[in-house]
């Protein structure tokens, strides 16, 4: 369940109360109504530091529409003026958290909203009504300006968190199930809330739940507890979904649910062990806070309708400043699965214009990281649909060269680092630009 707020979430971000008054309808033909949109400098660009990842949205076929989670704390408001500097503030946070690992694949959306404060979740369902759907109605003119003005045909992920994932599942049934949308979108990924497989039987009938880690036009819907966590009665009774024919936001609990493994990417309730999961981006702690990823640090699986996790989170890496009980991991849950998201998203995303648009442009599937050792051999070769194409490569390291004609990157290493490799594909259509994590590891004594 959700606890009092402590002030140490903003880690090192500390940001004074603002007295806003009520916000005015928001323009969304203004960059300042925008976290995050092309041309914006914005925290959706980052990537960790040293990790070898790279943010190659302005040669993206593809764009992201993304809702961010609670960021507002005040407790004087219902809903938090989009210009209040704390949830500004924790808005890039979680933007760095929750929107990079898409940078890689596509351009970034992401629109302040008047969100609503996190006390009011303590409050009745009844409570809850006129706040949400006033947010709702933020989010719901921002997708419209993104649809009618920017998206131009381009495929696209929805993309939220937590009360954003709240707005992104109306959207699917109210602007984009049934529309020429639906046909442009990748998939949506919207963690963080229970949500019922009723919806998708009586609401969202023609945009089902992923099931596999290659299928597109679905979406993805999973919430992180630590295995062994029991008070999901608690956590369903203060969260909510939109229920379509009450047309009211209502409680999840007690209803079966809607859940997709986050490292394997499948809808069953076969464990993912620690040896597949790709990684996590450390959150919370000042001196770990989106910093290089870490691999192998969960095993997963599906139990009670959620994606239970072990061993324990490390103190060092992970720190939501009191927000919720012990052992349960909201905050986490998209930088816990950081490298996972990020590849699936691109798999997803290779299978949709493989699929959908028939591309007959180099789709690059492949990998998308690697590890060599200092001193020994190495060879890679790069998978790619659509060739012969001819390849280049910038960024790797000495020692390391690539053919051209054949997409194989070999050599021998000369020093330790992470390197972020950007490998181009190009045939007599067109070309295709995708990225390389290649860490090189001294040799063990």
Request: hydrophobic residues 45%; glycine residues 8%; proline residues 7%.
């Amino acid at each position: 369940m959700r606890r009092a707020f402590h002030g140490s979430v903003v880690l090192f971000l500390t940001v004074a109360f603002a007295s806003a008054g009520a916000a005015s309808d928001i323009d969304y033909s203004r960059p300042d109504s925008w976290l995050a949109r092309p041309g914006l400098e914005s925290a959706a660009g980052l990537v960790p530091k040293d990790s070898g990842y790279s943010n190659l949205a302005a040669s993206a076929r593809a764009d992201v529409f993304c809702v961010h989670p609670t960021t507002g704390m005040r407790k004087d408001v219902a809903n938090v003026p989009i210009d209040d500097p704390q949830a500004i503030a924790i808005g890039r946070m979680m933007l760095m958290a929750q929107a990079t690992p898409f940078n890689g694949i596509a351009r970034i959306y992401a629109p302040r909203y008047r969100q609503v404060a996190l006390h009011v979740y303590d409050e009745s369902e009844a409570a809850l009504q006129p706040p949400m759907n006033f947010a709702y109605e933020d989010v719901r003119r921002a997708f419209a300006y993104y649809a009618e003005h920017e998206n131009q045909g381009r495929p696209f992920f929805l993309v939220a968190h937590s009360q954003g994932s709240n707005y992104g599942l109306r959207l699917l049934m109210e602007a984009i199930q049934g529309t020429p949308l639906q046909a442009r979108l990748v998939a949506a990924y919207l963690p963080g809330m229970p949500t019922p497989r009723s919806v998708f039987a009586e609401h969202l009938a023609r945009i089902p739940p992923c099931a596999t880690a290659g299928q597109v036009g679905c979406v993805a819907i999973w919430g992180v507890f630590k295995d062994g966590y029991r008070d999901f009665g608690g956590w369903e009774a203060i969260n909510v979904y939109w229920d379509a024919a009450a047309r009211r936001w209502r409680s999840a609990k007690g209803m079966p649910l809607v859940n997709i493994n986050p490292v394997s990417w499948r809808a069953d309730d076969v464990p993912a062990p620690q040896s597949l999961h790709l990684g996590a981006v450390p959150f919370g702690v000042a001196a770990t806070h989106f910093s290089r990823p870490v691999a192998h640090l969960v095993s997963a699986r599906t139990g009670h309708g959620y994606t239970l996790v072990s061993p324990a989170l490390p103190a060092g890496l992970f720190d939501d400043g009191g927000v919720f009980d012990p052992g349960n991991y909201h905050v986490f849950d998209i930088n816990l699965f950081w490298v996972d998201l990020r590849a699936n998203a691109r798999h997803r995303l290779t299978a949709f214009l493989a699929q959908r648009e028939q591309a007959k442009y180099p789709l690059i599937e492949g990998p998308m990281t690697a590890t060599a050792i200092v001193g020994r051999a190495f060879r890679l070769k790069l998978a790619v649909r659509n060739g012969p194409a001819a390849f280049r490569a910038e960024g790797l390291p000495a020692g390391l060269h690539l053919d051209a004609a054949t997409g194989e990157i070999a050599g021998v290493p000369a020093a330790p680092g992470h390197h972020a490799v950007v490998v181009t594909a190009t045939n007599a259509v067109d070309a295709s630009t995708a990225e390389l994590a290649l860490a090189v590891q001294a040799a063990p004594h």
